[in-house]
């Protein structure tokens, strides 16, 4: 079958190594970027394109290749696969989606009404709260209303 | 095959037709219960058992015959099946998790350490914030970091 | 499992079975209704809530018992399931999909740049047209386009 | 298992970087093939074979070689595989299709009869349409209906 | 979720009791509505809308009761799904596809072009041809040639 | 995991470059290795060992490698894949089968009592009928019934 | 979804019951019909029509209603569905096959040829054999081989 | 994914490669080692460790490189994924389980209580058995049977 | 298809019903029947046939009625289905096999040579383990080792 | 898609060839490093990033390269993949969860209430059980009990 992806899929191999040798977190690369946390690892691990000027830039922090310099800039087509679930760290999230997935419509209905919210006009953001009886992660999912209309 | 979730099943049909007959919503529900939004949508549609005095509270606000207020109180087996996953409303929180997911992943280790945020120690939480482009839904997850050890 | 749409369910069972029975074609109830076709059909079978007036318009129209024009004000759980799939009918929608896919994301990215076209705000129409070598299915698929933001 | 499409694979995978590399926007080569839009993107990236005079002239604008301009007339096995539709772009007219599949049918056999719109004597159109609320994706799919005849 | 053939399959079941009860084989059944073998077997078991005169007839042969002979009418969803696969008797022609199936679309593309064999222009005739060795089943398809046209 | 039929597979994609680059249709080298047209496709595309004087004959004709000829000798898996299934001209004959099976399977009953049409003893033909209204394929199937029997 | 097998299924619940409920073992009623066992609970369980004469006796021997001794006689689908391997019991025969599949097949093809072994034209059989290691289970598989020809 | 049979699955492949390049049947090899037929087919193709001693004979029989005749004494992961189901040679033996299963637990059950004919001591036997009908493949399975017990 | 389990299946829920009435608890139950606690559980909710006599003091226990007490004496089909995976505290168990399979497959063979685990000679015990940090839920297996043996 | 694992994978490869050919044992490797057995292994094959300390000893006592002690401290996918769970060693303790989850579940909730067991915050260990009827596969599984709590 066509490996769509194929060169994203390279440039996110290169971009891990990449990090794993470089002494910056994504913490950091992120602020060089000037761009939150999630968009910035999300987008360069193969999720957003990635505009030329700070493709450019992650190219020098990260002393990528030109071939990976450009391939991040390309549209990639987002298709993760589904063998990320079955990874603990990650399938928690879909749990609380089994757990509380109904309650997150009709909670959403009854507040806005017939509709969704976007997954493309939407931010998520990550942080640590601290806690007394242990650290807390935090996600903040924050998506525009979209009403189903004709 | 066994249906281990067979009363509680009924006992979600009979809440949902009994809050469509209701002059209540969800909001004024959990208001009355004295408990969170999601928690108390979740737990009358069958993910967590209901404590026996809010069963009872609920039972009298939503006029539930006896049986479904004791199917409240019972441990549900909390099989929510892949077809909510079609939703449009709920689909779109899937996309999140596949669009964000390695990026969640990333930041969680890089910020806590090997680990997963708990689901079960965790509690979730949505909103409507104001935005003059359009009102935004709001969901936080706050959920407790867990190390992984021996 | 949980059947999330029992009502809606039914109710759907009751639409088809009142339509057989009726002199009304879609199409006429549609324009009683004075709402586009294709909306008629999807809300009225299950796809959308339908407004209290319509649905007690298409209940009189169709000679509905009162609690399908209830159901049909409900928010459904739109899982239409896989094996719709199947139905030749339906199936070369799925088929155009597989061949032109591909190619209606790289015109989407071209034309409007990194986003989608929205399954939410959009409405699709359905019309003959008529050709010599055989009269020819027309259908319109019109969706707001939505840039990916954060 | 046998790789049926692996010269038109590879093909493809040219392709996409051809295009990349190049000033050519997709409207240009098709504009340049004398080839609608979306026919020219679906048959250069593998569903469709392309005329031997269209490959070689495809071939001089993109500056593919010999091999791939030969695979681009090889007959394809249209085989995309169920990964395209996790991709948000991609996945909204799945969406569309479980929302308004029935819709579709009934709609079809209503107005004419038993039988199917074909997905072979068929073209597809993709527009921006122009709306001061945002513009919108306009896609026309165009099928010969075919009357279930033995 | 929603049983889209509720009538027909509920037909169906009465279809197959009627005839084992009757005296009649599927061949006389055939012969008295004047239709072929495979499309009178097939539209009385639900993949084929039964013109009225035709399903009065059926009616009256085989004892229906007024709710199948209307059933039979209306027009299916025909959705066998994978579980028919299975079965010993209709696995053999799964494995003959499986078996010669790119062979088959081979000699369609040498001998007809780039285009498919209709399913939907199509008839199927089963008859018994005599051999020494054994009698053998013989299945012949009909379906008119399609090519791919924009 | 194991590639059971990695030598196959190399040759089938040899033979299938060999007849793009020769002269020869299948039609030709069906009639040069005097084998019916289905079974030299499916043969020299891995479904079926190939004897060696006709394997070296089909070498002759395609230059073959060496390699290549021997590989066609040896016994194939005969594991096709399911994604096979999705291609236009191929999934017309599954649909067929999801059509026609039930009415297949109670043909074969009733003219030969319990048991099936082999696939083994058994083959498929496939010509070109000419027909005003456009041309037909025209696909025989012939293969001996099997009594069950203890 | 049509239950091609309701009434057999049925048929198969009854006789189930039956047998619980009586002094007969199925070694008994084997041996009462004069058929192997393996048949005789393969065929009262639904996977072979039963001879009149048989289903009558076996009618008798275990006090089966009139429509449980008709459907017996019934031609069944046998679609057993994947949920049987789970079972432990049964699972050990699917392992067997995992392990051993691939020398099964090189054996049959080195001993018989390009073929297979018959489904159809075959029996099993089942019985204890002594061990001072422990008693063992001996099952003998015997089919008739059949070579592939056309 | 981690292939954990890499190194097995090589010498798998060797293995075939040498057998058909040698003038050894699997019958003959297995004479050699002095272990039964199956054993030794599935042993060589990667269902079992092979001692060391074998291994080394089977290397000089074969002509095996080293590496493969280490290989062979690895342990393997017995994993033979679901496509080997699909070859019509072992597809039979499935198709059995499928027709015969129910029969078989309640057999075992009757014959020994509550337990399971163990498929680790368990051997498999394939013997030609002649016929005047026709020669009959003939496979017994003799498995220790197992009691369940705490 | 059918319930092959249609009778157990209803004694569990008859026996979850009346556990979740009575004022016993599993440990108690377990204790008046003599049997340890998981073995109790299983049994009683259709994983083993239970013992006439306990059966019996099951019924007065728990005030079963006859039906329910025969039926927990029949020798169950143990298919749990998929379904029961999703659950989380169930899942937990599956997890830590996904994370641990290969390790205790290799410590299994280091220790033991190539065999396996009985899951039929095998019991599972589950208790209480106090710890300051957080009581601790401790599961033993405890299965005989089987040796692969021909 | 992207091989998130891909340069553990190869790690988990070099690390299994690194034993074969070394004269340690896993027990042997584990007292080394001073872990537990289970610890260690699962670690070494790609379970649990490896600390810095331990994988350079690793390194020395398998004489591994650089890289591969590198890659052994990186954080993992941990995505098992379901083909696993076919090896005859590892299916055993998934065909316990079949047939014990329920039982685990209630025993669960009963003795502590509404939650899990922590995969997370567990350990595993297997043993070795001497017994004269064969000695026996021991695996202690200790996590901490979690409360759903918000």
Known sequence: MTNWNATRDQATLNVRSAVARSDSSWAEIAEQLDRPLLWTIAALLGSHPVPAELAEKAGELLDLDE????????????????????????????????????????????????????????????????????????????????????
């Open 67 to 150: 071939d990976t310099v450009l391939a991040l800039q390309e549209q990639p087509y987002r298709i993760a696969g589904d063998s990320l679930k079955d990874d603990p760290t990650i399938y928690r999230f879909y749990e609380l989606l089994a757990v509380y997935g109904p309650a997150l419509k009709e909670a959403i209905h009854e507040e806005f009404g017939d509709g969704i919210m976007s997954a493309i006009n939407c931010n998520v953001e990550l942080t640590r709260r601290e806690d007394p009886d242990g650290d807390r992660v935090r996600v903040i999912i924050d998506g525009k209303f979209l009403k189903y209309q004709w």
